[in-house]
C-alpha cells in the first residue's frame, strides 16, 4: 500500500478551503456533541462513562493536529459559552465553566491534548497501520486519563485508590474496546482510500 502523508481528511479533501474547514470544525463538533449524550452514569462516581472519548480518538486521528484542536477547542468554548453538549451528569450541569473547572474538567482538558497528539501522530502516518495506530491511541486514552484521575484526585481530596476506582476502572474495557475498534477500522479505511488514489 502506498502510504499518503497527512491525515485522512486532508486525503479526501486534498483542497479544502476555509469554508470546508469551518464546515468539518461544525460537524466535528456536533459528531463530540453527540456522542457526549451517550452517557450511563457509574455509581460513587462524578464521571460518566461516554462516547465522548471515542468521538475525540476519531476526530484527532482523521482531522489531524490543527483542524482536530481547532474542532475540539470549538466544543468547549461552545459548552462554556451555555451550549449544552458536555457529557450529562449527576453532579453537575452538562454546560457552563464550571463543568471546565470541576472535578471532571481534566478528562477534557485532557481531550483537548490527546486530540492534538493524535492528529500529529496521524499527521505522520500513525493511523495508517494497526503496529503505529494502536500505541498511538493507547497515547491519546494516556493523556485523557493522566489529566483526568490528576484533576479528580486533587478536586475531590480523594485518596488515590479512590481515584482509581472512581475515575479508571468502570472504564478500562469499554476504552479497550474502542482503542481496537478504532486502530483496526482506520487502516482498512486507508487501504480502500489508497487504492482509490492509485487507480
Known amino acids: 500500500m502506498s502510504l499518503h502523508s497527512g491525515s485522512l481528511r486532508s486525503a479526501v479533501f ?30 460513587g462516581s462524578p464521571v460518566p462513562v461516554t462516547g465522548q472519548t471515542l468521538a475525540v ?8 493536529a490543527r483542524l482536530g484542536l481547532m474542532t475540539f477547542a470549538t466544543y468547549l468554548l461552545a459548552g462554556i459559552a451555555g451550549a449544552p453538549i458536555f457529557a450529562p451528569s449527576a453532579t453537575s450541569a452538562n454546560h457552563g465553566i464550571d463543568r471546565l473547572i470541576g472535578a471532571t474538567g481534566g478528562y477534557l482538558v485532557g481531550m483537548l491534548i490527546a486530540s492534538f497528539v493524535l492528529g500529529y501522530l496521524a499527521d505522520r502516518k500513525a493511523d495508517q497501520k494497526f503496529r503505529t495506530s494502536f500505541p498511538a491511541l493507547l497515547l491519546g486514552d494516556l493523556i485523557i486519563f493522566t489529566l483526568g484521575l490528576a484533576w479528580l484526585h486533587a478536586s475531590l481530596d480523594l485518596t488515590w485508590a ?35 488514489l492509485n487507480r
Open 14 to 43: 486534498p483542497r479544502s478551503t476555509a469554508l470546508t474547514q469551518a464546515l468539518f470544525i461544525v460537524g466535528g463538533v456536533g459528531f463530540i456533541s453527540l456522542l457526549a449524550q451517550i452517557s450511563l452514569p457509574v455509581p
Open 57 to 64: 480518538l476519531l476526530i484527532g486521528t482523521t482531522y489531524g
Open 162 to 196: 479512590a481515584t482509581f476506582k472512581a475515575g479508571l476502572t468502570p472504564f478500562i474495557l469499554g476504552e479497550a474496546l474502542k482503542i481496537a475498534i478504532t486502530a483496526t477500522s482506520l487502516p482498512l479505511i486507508w487501504r480502500r482510500i489508497s487504492r482509490s
